[in-house]
């Protein structure tokens, strides 16, 4: 039997735990570290060349120092710029996370998506070329959020976040005519990892009711094809949650949902 694979998952911050906790459910029996670059967070406040020169060289520290058999980039920030570096740098299989655009534009009936990201993302000409490939005839409307991913961490650190701040991130979203169900946005692509850690106030905070795209379930059936599904050896799985500022982090609780129950070293 096969010893269970160590899966490393990589973000600016705490938003790709929510990336995190839908490979949990496929794969509980894996070996988990998860890697917050909180040192330099957010991502989305950075340049092209910073990130990658950034994010490149720590991911082969990582590797050396960890051993993973496989890793997830799960930021939309830095992989709509990273992978093919990574990719042309190390031999490991990498997923990342890009902005669901292609199955929004596919389910939208109105015809009107809105993709919800850090300002980095919306800039990028990845962001841009998925457009052009699989809008079809889609008005898609790209919103770059100065500040919603630093709301979802500090309510995920257990911080008072005010709804008026959400909304306002959230507002640009929501085009078209509110009082009319056929001609106004209905779907809104969740392009950055912290968003669906929010999601539960996201929703009473929408002037109307939308599809919300979170990548997520598919990035880990991605993580099963590349690794295969679950093996019959049970063992103590280990769970890991470095943080690259070496802050000590009060969150165990908090974070047990997002490792399958697990409390995380
Ligand atoms: N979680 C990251 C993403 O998916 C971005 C947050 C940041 O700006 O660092 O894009």
Redesign the pocket.
């Known amino acids: 039997m096969p010893s269970p694979p160590t899966i490393l998952v990589f ?3 705490l ?2 735990l929510s990336v995190l906790r839908e490979i949990v459910a496929v794969r509980p029996d894996a070996d988990y570290v998860y890697v917050a670059d909180d040192a330099f ?5 950075h340049s092209e060349e910073e990130i990658v020169a950034r994010v490149v060289p720590l991911v082969g520290e990582l590797m050396a120092a960890h051993a993973p058999d496989l890793i997830v980039i ?5 992989s709509t710029l990273v992978m093919s570096h990574l990719r042309a740098a190390y031999t490991l299989p990498f997923v990342g ?1 890009v902005p669901a655009i292609k199955p929004a534009c596919a389910q939208s009936k109105t015809r009107r998506v809105s993709v919800l ?2 300002k ?2 919306v800039q990028r000409e990845y962001t841009r070329g998925l457009i052009r490939d699989f809008a079809q005839d889609c008005e898609v409307t790209l919103v770059g959020s100065p500040e919603l ?1 630093s709301l979802a961490e500090r309510a995920l650190g257990g911080e008072e976040v005010d709804d008026a701040d959400i909304a306002a991130e959230l507002a640009p979203c929501f085009v078209g005519d509110g009082a009319d169900a056929t001609a106004r946005t209905d779907t809104v692509v969740l ?4 968003y669906p850690l929010l999601l539960d106030r996201l929703i009473p905070l929408a002037p109307w009711d939308v599809a919300w795209i979170d990548p997520a379930p598919a990035i880990a059936r991605r993580v099963i094809d590349l690794l295969g599904g679950p093996g019959g050896a049970s063992h103590h799985c280990r769970a890991e949650m470095i943080f690259t500022s070496k802050r000590p982090h009060r969150l165990s609780r908090t974070l047990m949902p997002f490792f399958g129950g697990r409390v995380p070293a």
């Open positions: 973000d600016s911050g938003g790709g967070f957010p991502y989305g406040h799960a930021c939309n920030t830095a996370t990201g850090t980095g993302t991913a392009a950055c990892t912290h």
